[in-house]
């Protein structure tokens, strides 16, 4: 059990009350969580503090060579009361898989699971209760040591921050656009592309502004070598369901192994739909559409949760997915992950982790 000294604000900010719209990741709790790493000492001197800012050397490494890991989680109010966490171990476990291929130092799963409830204990009072809302929970390591050379950091420090949020996109669960990038890549096989880190963001920055410029919301990745297959969408991964098969990109190291993707695959295994992890082009994609068998398509991510694609545009051509409206699966999906989120419905998973 990590040994964490709890400060507490004597300067509470004034929560949303309920009905007040959060945005995404606008608004931040009273406290934080923060940990220090010291080569030779290891992680230590866990603590809750006020929110507040930092003070880092303008040459901290994190700056200049971009050395820093996130992840994403929420919390939420159990319909029938209590705090709960959805699989905070899946994300603990895919921190140290970033950590290890970016040289920063693991964290044992049960401290970083452990420092996520303590935090989200401490400003549970922050949890929003409408619906589509939770407190969504950022962790994230930044490399510290000052200095220019290129070199893993020798100190870190490990944050949990937490902000009360409504719906990734503002549209909700209604059909979002999609634009599928054929000039920019994300991330090639080798690189970092599955690991959660500022620099794969950054990389969709440019490609972003453009689908926006376009009318679309978000990217959809193809390879970085043949730019044929289908990646990602960045801020979430993707499926299609085709003449009744769920198939979704395999994970080959340059996407994110979401925790929402592996969700919605078990889930859709055990309702007997079939499910294929493997390569897809986006030229099959576009024939399954044209020969009306490219049924639905969604994006899955913590953030955005189950987010239905109503348009794909592919060069010149746009493909509409159920009259740009939310397939059957897409609804039900939706419906039972944020069911067993908020305990509406049974877990027998376990996925349902409860803050005590
Ligand atoms: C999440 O879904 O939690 C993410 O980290 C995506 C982020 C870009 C908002």
């Given at each position: 059990m990590l040994d964490i000294r709890i400060e507490k604000t004597t300067n509470p900010k004034p929560i949303p009350a309920p009905g007040e719209p959060l945005g995404f990741g606008k608004i931040f709790t009273d406290h934080m969580f923060i940990m220090n790493y010291t080569e030779g000492k290891g992680?230590?001197?866990a603590r809750i503090v006020p929110y507040q800012k930092l003070e880092l050397?303008?040459?901290?490494m994190v700056f200049h060579y971009g050395q820093e890991m996130f992840e994403g989680l929420k919390a939420y109010h159990g319909a029938n009361g209590g705090t709960f966490l959805f699989r905070p171990d899946m994300n603990a476990k895919r921190a140290n898989d970033t950590n290890r291929r970016l040289c920063i130092p693991e964290i044992p799963i049960e401290d970083f699971v452990d420092a996520v409830k303590a935090v989200v204990k401490v400003d549970?009072?922050?949890?929003?209760?409408?619906?589509?809302?939770s407190l969504y929970v950022r962790p994230f390591i930044i490399a510290t040591d000052e200095?220019?050379?290129?070199a893993p950091s020798k100190t870190y420090l490990f944050m949990v921050i937490l902000s009360p949020s409504g719906?990734?996109?503002?549209?909700?669960?209604d059909p979002v656009g999609i634009w599928i990038e054929d000039?920019?890549?994300r991330a090639v096989r080798?690189?970092?592309?599955?690991t959660k880190t500022g620099g794969n963001y950054v990389a969709s920055l440019a490609a972003q502004v453009k689908a926006h410029d376009e009318g679309y919301s978000q990217v959809l990745w193809l390879d970085?070598?043949?730019?044929r297959y289908i990646e990602e969408v960045g801020a979430m991964n993707i499926f299609f369901k085709i003449n009744g098969t769920v198939v979704t990109p395999m994970l080959?190291?340059?996407i994110l192994p979401g925790v929402t993707r592996n969700s919605v695959i078990e889930l859709c295994k055990d309702w007997g739909i079939p499910v294929e992890e493997r390569r897809i082009s986006v030229e099959e994609l576009y024939e399954a559409q044209q020969n009306g068998q490219l049924e639905e398509v969604f994006g899955t991510g913590t953030a955005a949760v189950i987010s239905p694609v109503g348009t794909l545009r592919w060069k010149d051509e746009v493909m509409t997915i159920q009259d740009g409206g939310i397939g059957e699966l897409s609804q039900k999906i939706y419906d039972t992950i944020t069911g067993i989120q908020l305990g509406t419905l049974d877990d027998p998973k376990g996925w349902r982790v409860e803050v005590k």
């Open positions: 992680w230590h001197d050397a303008p040459a901290a549970e009072a922050w949890i929003p209760t409408d619906p589509g809302t200095f220019l050379g290129v719906a990734y996109y503002e549209s909700g669960l000039e920019y890549v080798g690189g970092i592309g599955f970085g070598v043949e730019r080959t190291g340059s």
